[in-house]
C-alpha cells in the first residue's frame, strides 16, 4: 500500500511522455512495469508526485537493421526479451541475462528500459523507516550511513543491480534517448554517474527509448553467470560477463570485456585485466592470473570484499572458459 | 501404506475440501472482510530497543481529522499475557523492550490518516543499556529486562532459575549418573552450536477485522491457529466475558506456529470496543519481520560420552533460547530440551534448557517447535562422534537409537517407536554405502524425534436428517489440511463417504474447544475427539435403530448409510429414515460428542524439572537423506535430492502426507542454507521475502518419501503426525553431507558459501 497521494498520467506516446516530465520537473516519474518503482514509492525512498505511465504505448518487437545491428524498444518487457526469437538466436547472453531477473511475474511486467533505469539497493535503503533506521540516511537526503558508518560524507555505496546492464556493455550497446530537445545516443556504460546518491547521467525528462547493439564479430565468445544465494527471486550478489573475441588461430585473445554487476554503484570495468588479455594467448595459466586481477567489489547486503572477491573470481575464470569454448565453436 | 487396505476411506486421497475455493479466489480471508464504516488502525511502534516510557502525547494524532481513537497502555486494563509466562501487554506499559514494540494504535477512515496520526505521537523515552546477546543476558551484570520478573504470574513449576535476571524459563533433566557416564566414557566430544533466527514467512500477514454486535458482542474475523484461546486471551486482556466474544476465524494464509500468537487481535478489538465501529487491523510485512515471532536463536551447548563401540553413555547438553523481549512460548524451549538426546537411549543424561530476554524481536512458534536447534546440535555431533569413531554414521545411529518400549531421557515411557525401521528403509532408497560419493558429490543422514499430539481438545458430531453428518471443532486449518483429515475420520467411522461430511471449524459459537493447532497434535489428538465424537454418534444411532426395529444393538451392522439386522439381508433402516421424523419424537437429534484432556504426567518428576507441558501422547520419528552437489571453490552447496522416511502412523491422506514432507524439509532447507532475520543492534536488516530467503520452488529438491509401518494404539485409526518432524532433520543432515565432501564441520546455521570458504581456508592452514 502507497501511503501518499500523486497524480497519474498515460501518456499515448514517448513524445508526449518527455513532455510531461520537462513540465514537471524533478517531482515527476516514469512508470514502465512498475516493479522496481512501486516497492520504492511504498517505503517511500522515492516519492513522486506524478506517475507517467508507459502502459499505454505498445513497444515495437525487436528488429535486425540493414547494417545488421538489433534494435530492441526499450519498453519491452523482460519476458519477451527471453523468448523472443530474434534475440535468443542472435544474442542468447542477453535472452539468458534476463531470463535471470528475478522471477516470471516480475519478468512480465517489468521493462527492459525499468531494468536499466532501476534504482541502486541497498539493505537499509529497500525498506520502511518508520521505526528501523528512522534516521535518514545520505541517499534519503540526510546525514549518515548505516552500513558504512565510517565512509566520507555524501558516500553511498548503494549497489546497482541489474543483471542486463553489463551484458549491454559487454555488447558495446549504444542507448537512444529521447529528451525534450529530441533524441541522443550514448554508450551504455556512460548512463551511470559511478555515485550511489545519483547513479544515472539521465535528465529528469529523458526516456530511454532504445537499445541499439551492434553485429557481433567473428570468433566471438561470451560467459554470463548470476551468483545467487537461492535458486530464483533473487538478486545478484555478484553478477559476471565476459565478451571476447578470438583471433584467426582460435588461441590469441583479440580483445576481452570483462564487466562486473551487482558490486558498485555501476557496473564495474576491469579494465588492467582487459588490457593485459589482448592479443595474449589465453591458456589456463593466462585464465587464472586474469581472473585473479584487480577486483573491487563493494560490500552489499551482508556479503563482505574478501567473499565476493573470491566468488568473482572463481566464476571470472570459469566463465572466460566458457566464452572461448563459445568462440571457438564459431570458428 | 499401512493398513489402509482395512479402511473404506483412511489412507485414500481425497482432494482437499478447500482447494477449489483456494484457486479460484473464493475462499475468503481476513483482508477480504470489508465491513459498514470500517476504519483502518495502525500500531505506532518503539523506535528504542530498551526503554523507560517517560511520557506519551497523543492529542495531536487525536486532532487530526478523520482519526476516532487513539489507544495506549493508559486505556487498557492492566493484564499481560502469554502462554506460560504471563509478561506482555497489548501495548507497552512503561518500558519498551524492542524495536518494533507496540506503544500505541490508531483507528482513522482511511489507511492514510492513520499512518499520518501515527507520526504525530509523540513518546519521550529515557533510554536504558540494551543486551542482544542471551548468553551476555545470562551474566549477573545484563541491564534487567524485566524489572518486576519475578513477580510475574507463570503457569509452570519454577526452577531454580527461572524468573530470576533474563532467564524467564527453565527445565531440567536428570537421568541416570552423569558423573559416572562421563567416567565410563572412552570419548568425550563438546561443540557449541549457534542457531540464528528462521521467520514462519506466511503469505498472509496477521489480520483482525473486529467488530461490535448491535447486542454489543464483541465479533473478531481473524487468521489465527488457536481461536479459542484468542476469545479467552480477549476476554481476560478486555476484562469482557468469554460469551460475549465470537471469534470467526477466516481461511489462513499459513501460519506455521506463527500464528499460535494473538497479535492483531486485542488492538482491534479494544479500537473497535473503543469507537463502536469495525475496525480493521493487518500488519505490514515490515512489521511481521520485526515485531512478530520468529525460530529462537541460540547457544547449543553439547558433551557427549561415548564407548570405543560407539555406543552413546552419557550427554550433557545446555540450551540457551534467545526468546527476545517478551516470551510467547517457552514450551519450544521444553521441546528442544525433550529433543536434544535425539532419537537416543542415553542413560546418563542432563539437560538445563534457557529461554532468555533479550532486546530483540521475539523468538517462538515455529514449525518443528524448538527441535530444529536441537537436533542440528545433537545429529551433527552424532556425524562428528561416527567419522572420528570410524563407524558408518547409520550404524551409529542405529546402534542407539530408541526401540518401543525404552523410555525417553525425560523417563517416559515409549510405546510406538519405529526409527530404526525408518533408518533402514531411507539407508536401502538411497543404496548408502559410504556417505562420499564423489570429490564434490555426498549424502548426509539425520535423523530425529518430535513429540506429538495432547492438550484438550473436543469436538461434536451431529448426523443430519438426510444421512449425513457435520463436525464441528475449535481446531484451525492453516493449509494443512484438517478440514479434510477429520472429515476422512468422521466419515471412516460412521461409515459414510467423505462427501458426506460437513466439517465446521473454529467458530467460537458453533465449535467445542480446542486449544490449537500445533506440535502435531491435529491428525493425532484432535483427529481422536472426532473420532470418539462421531462413535459416540453411531452408538446413538444404532440405539434408536435398535428401538425402531425392535432388535439388539449387538443384532445390528452399519453399511452404505443403512443400518442393517445382521440375521436378515433385506431388513435395514436408511440413516435418513431413522434421523428424519421419527426419532426426533424419542431421542431427539443424534450428536455424539468427546473430549480429549491428557493431565496424566507422562515424564518421572524426579528426572524432569520445569516441564512447560505434561502432554504429550506419543511421539513421531523420520530420518532423512540429502544428495548435495558442493562446490569447494565457492561454497556453494545444493541439494540434488532429499530422500524422508517417517514414522507417522497410519497414514490417513496420502496427498496430505506428501504435501506435510515436502513443506516441512523445504522450511528445513530455508533453515540450512539460506534464512535468517538479521538484528544488529535490535534493528533487523532485512525485514522481507526478498532479504530472509525462504526456499523457492526451484530450491526444492527431488523429494523420494516412505512411511514405515506403524499403528500407534493411541491416535485415531493408529495415526500420528508429520508436520514438524518433517522440519527437522534438513539442517545437520546437510550439515553432515559438507563434512563427508570436504571435511568442513560447519557448526552455525545458515551454512553459507562464506561459511564453507572459510572452514577450508582454516583446514588448509
Ligand atoms: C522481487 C523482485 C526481484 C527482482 N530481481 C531482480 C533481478 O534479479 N535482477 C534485476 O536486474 N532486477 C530485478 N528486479 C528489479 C526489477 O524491477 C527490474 O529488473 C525491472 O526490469 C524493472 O522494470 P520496470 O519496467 O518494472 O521498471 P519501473 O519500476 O517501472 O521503473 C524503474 C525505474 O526506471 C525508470 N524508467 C522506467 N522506464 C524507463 C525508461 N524507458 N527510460 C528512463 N527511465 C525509465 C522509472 O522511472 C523508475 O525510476 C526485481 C524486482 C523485484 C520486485
Ligand atoms: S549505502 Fe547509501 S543507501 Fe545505504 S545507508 Fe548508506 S547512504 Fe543510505
Known amino acids: 500500500m502507497i501511503l501518499y497521494d500523486f497524480e497519474y498520467e498515460r501518456p499515448g506516446s514517448l513524445k508526449e511522455a518527455t513532455a510531461l516530465l520537462n513540465e514537471s520537473g524533478d517531482g515527476a516519474r516514469l512508470l514502465a512495469g512498475g516493479t522496481d518503482l512501486m516497492p520504492n514509492m511504498r517505503v517511500e525512498v522515492v516519492t513522486p508526485s506524478l506517475l507517467v505511465s508507459l502502459s499505454g504505448i505498445e513497444p515495437a518487437a525487436p528488429e535486425k537493421r540493414a547494417d545488421g545491428s538489433i534494435k530492441i ?259 | 501404506m499401512t493398513r489402509s487396505n482395512e479402511f473404506a476411506v483412511i489412507g485414500k486421497t481425497t482432494s482437499k475440501t478447500d482447494a477449489i475455493a483456494k484457486v479460484t479466489g473464493d475462499a475468503r480471508f481476513a483482508t477480504d472482510i470489508y465491513l459498514k464504516n470500517m476504519l483502518w488502525a495502525r500500531v505506532m511502534r518503539s523506535t528504542v530497543a530498551h526503554a523507560r516510557i517517560i511520557s506519551i502525547n497523543t492529542e495531536k494524532a487525536k486532532n487530526l481529522d478523520g482519526v476516532k481513537a487513539v489507544l495506549t497502555s493508559a486505556d487498557m486494563p492492566d493484564g499481560k499475557y502469554g502462554a506460560l509466562v504471563l509478561d506482555m501487554g497489548v501495548f507497552a506499559q512503561d518500558k519498551v523492550r524492542y524495536i518494533g514494540e507496540a506503544v500505541a494504535a490508531v483507528a482513522a477512515v482511511d489507511e492514510k490518516t492513520a499512518a499520518r496520526a501515527v507520526e504525530l505521537i509523540e513518546v519521550e523515552y529515557e533510554e536504558l543499556l540494551a543486551v542482544f546477546d542471551p548468553l551476555e543476558a545470562m551474566q549477573p551484570e545484563a541491564p534487567v529486562i524485566h524489572d518486576d520478573l519475578a513477580a510475574y504470574t507463570t503457569l509452570f513449576e519454577r526452577t531454580e532459575r527461572a524468573m530470576t535476571g533474563n532467564v524467564n524459563y527453565q527445565s531440567n533433566i536428570n537421568t541416570g549418573d552423569i558423573e559416572a557416564g562421563f567416567a565410563a566414557a572412552d570419548f568425550i566430544f563438546e561443540d557449541t552450536y549457534e542457531v540464528q533466527k528462521q521467520h514462519p514467512s506466511y503469505m498472509e500477514p496477521n489480520s483482525t477485522v473486529a467488530d461490535v454486535d448491535e447486542t454489543g458482542r464483541l465479533i473478531i474475523y481473524n487468521t489465527t491457529q488457536r481461536p479459542h484461546i484468542n476469545q479467552a486471551i480477549l476476554s481476560s486482556l478486555l476484562g469482557i466475558p468469554i460469551s460475549k466474544i465470537r471469534v470467526m ?225 475449535g481446531a484451525m486449518d492453516m493449509g494443512q489440511g484438517l ?166 502412523g497410519t497414514v490417513i491422506n496420502p496427498a496430505g502426507l506428501k504435501g506435510q514432507i515436502i513443506g516441512g524439509l523445504t522450511t528445513g532447507l530455508g533453515y540450512a542454507l539460506f534464512e535468517d532475520v538479521i538484528i544488529e543492534d535490535g534493528q533487523v536488516k532485512n525485514p522481507s521475502f526478498l532479504e530472509c530467503r525462504m526456499p523457492t520452488a526451484v530450491d526444492i529438491p527431488e523429494v523420494e518419501f516412505a512411511t514405515v509401518d506403524e499403528f500407534d494404539s493411541r491416535g485415531p485409526f493408529g495415526a500420528k503426525g508429520v508436520g514438524n518432524v518433517s522440519v527437522i532433520n534438513m539442517a545437520p543432515a546437510i550439515a553432515n553431507a559438507v563434512d563427508a565432501a570436504l571435511g568442513v564441520r560447519i557448526k552455525s546455521l545458515p551454512i553459507t558459501p562464506g561459511k564453507i570458504l572459510q572452514g577450508l581456508e582454516e583446514r588448509a592452514n
Open chain 1, 73 to 331: 524498444d526499450a519498453l519491452t518487457k523482460l519476458s519477451d526479451l527471453v523468448d523472443d526469437e530474434l534475440i535468443k538466436s542472435e544474442l542468447p547472453m542477453l535472452a539468458e541475462a534476463a531470463h535471470t531477473v528475478a522471477g516470471n511475474q516480475v519478468r512480465v511486467m517489468g521493462t527492459l528500459g525499468g531494468n536499466l533505469c532501476q534504482e541502486t539497493r541497498c539493505l537499509y535503503y529497500n525498506q520502511k523507516h518508520d521505526y528501523q533506521f528512522v534516521e535518514p540516511c545520505y541517499k534519503r537526503g540526510g546525514d549518515c550511513c548505516f552500513p558504512f558508518p565510517g565512509n566520507d560524507h555524501n558516500t553511498c555505496w548503494s549497489v546497482y543491480m541489474s543483471d542486463i546492464a553489463p551484458v549491454l556493455i559487454a555488447l558495446d550497446a549504444t542507448l537512444e534517448i529521447l529528451g525534450p530537445d529530441g533524441t541522443r545516443e550514448i554508450p551504455m556504460a556512460d548512463l551511470f554517474t559511478g555515485d550511489g546518491l545519483n547513479p544515472f547521467t539521465l535528465g529528469a525528462a529523458e526516456i530511454v527509448q532504445a537499445v541499439i547493439v551492434p553485429p557481433l564479430p567473428e570468433r566471438f565468445g561470451w560467459g554470463y553467470h548470476k551468483t545467487t544465494v537461492r535458486g530464483g527471486l533473487d538478486f545478484g550478489t555478484a553478477i559476471i560477463v565476459i565478451a571476447l573475441q578470438l583471433a584467426e588461430d582460435g588461441e590469441t585473445c583479440s580483445w576481452a570485456k570483462i564487466i562486473y554487476g551487482a558490486v558498485g554503484q555501476g557496473p564495474l570495468r576491469p579494465t588492467t585485466t582487459e588490457i593485459s588479455m589482448k592479443s595474449a594467448v589465453l591458456d589456463p595459466p593466462l585464465i587464472a592470473v586474469a581472473a585473479s586481477q584487480e577486483i573491487s567489489p563493494l560490500p552489499h547486503h551482508g556479503f563482505n570484499k574478501g567473499y565476493l572477491r573470491e566468488n568473482i573470481r572463481v566464476y571470472t575464470e570459469r566463465s572466460l572458459v566458457r566464452a572461448i569454448a563459445r568462440a571457438r565453436d564459431k570458428s
Open chain 2, 249 to 473: 476465524p477466516c481461511h489462513v494464509g499459513g501460519g506455521f506456529g506463527g500464528k499460535n500468537r494473538t497479535l492483531t487481535e486485542p488492538t482491534a478489538a479494544a479500537l473497535a470496543l473503543k469507537t463502536r465501529q469495525p475496525v480493521r487491523l493487518t500488519f505490514s510485512h515490515e512489521e511481521e519481520f520485526t515485531s512478530a515471532t520468529t525460530r529462537h536463536s541460540g547457544v547449543l551447548k553439547m558433551k557427549t560420552g561415548v564407548k570405543k563401540d560407539g555406543t552413546l553413555i552419557a550427554s550433557d547438553v545446555k540450551l540457551y533460547y534467545d526468546c527476545g523481549a517478551y516470551a510467547p512460548t517457552p514450551n519450544a524451549v521444553w521441546l528442544g530440551a525433550i529433543s536434544s538426546s535425539g532419537a537416543y537411549k542415553i542413560p546418563n543424561s542432563r539437560v538445563e534448557a534457557f529461554s532468555i530476554y533479550t532486546n530483540k524481536m521475539m523468538g517462538g512458534a515455529f514449525r518443528g517447535y524448538g527441535a530444529p536447534q536441537a537436533n542440528f546440535a545433537r545429529e551433527s555431533q552424532m556425524d562428528r562422534i561416527a567419522r572420528e569413531l570410524n563407524i558408518d554414521p547409520i550404524e551409529l545411529r542405529l546402534k542407539n537409537c530408541l526401540v518401543a518400549g525404552d523410555s525417553l531421557h525425560t523417563g517416559q515411557k515409549l510405546h510406538s517407536v519405529r526409527v530404526k525401521e525408518t533408518l533402514e528403509k531411507a539407508r536401502d532408497m538411497v543404496a548408502w554405502q559410504s556417505p562420499k560419493l564423489a570429490p564434490n558429490r555426498a549424502l548426509g543422514v539425520a535423523c530425529g524425534i518430535f513429540a506429538c499430539g495432547g492438550f484438550a481438545t473436543s469436538s461434536i458430531v451431529k448426523l443430519n436428517m438426510d444421512g449425513t453428518a457435520s463436525v464441528a471443532t
Open chain 2, 483 to 648: 478440514r479434510t483429515v477429520m472429515g476422512q475420520i468422521t466419515a471412516e467411522e460412521l461409515g459414510i463417504s467423505s462427501d458426506d461430511v460437513n466439517v465446521v471449524i473454529g467458530d467460537t459459537d458453533l465449535t467445542p474447544f480446542d486449544v490449537g493447532i500445533f506440535g502435531d497434535r491435529g491428525t493425532h489428538t484432535t483427529g481422536l475427539a472426532v473420532k470418539k465424537a462421531a462413535e459416540d454418534a453411531k452408538i446413538q444411532l444404532l440405539e434408536a435403530a435398535a428401538d425402531a426395529m425392535e432388535v439388539d444393538v449387538s443384532a445390528l451392522e452399519i453399511k452404505d448409510k443403512k443400518v442393517f439386522d445382521k440375521s436378515s439381508d433385506n431388513r435395514f433402516l436408511h440413516f435418513r429414515e431413522l434421523l428424519g421424523g421419527g426419532q426426533y419424537k424419542k431421542g431427539g437429534p443424534i450428536i455424539g460428542k468427546a473430549s480429549i484432556n491428557p493431565t496424566e504426567q507422562p515424564f518421572d518428576t524426579n528426572i524432569v524439572q520445569g516441564a512447560a507441558s505434561k502432554m504429550f501422547s506419543t511421539y513421531t520419528f523420520a530420518t532423512h537423506i540429502v544428495e548435495t552437489e558442493i562446490d569447494a571453490k565457492t561454497g556453494e552447496v545444493k541439494v540434488i535430492k532429499a530422500t524422508a522416511v517417517h514414522d507417522c
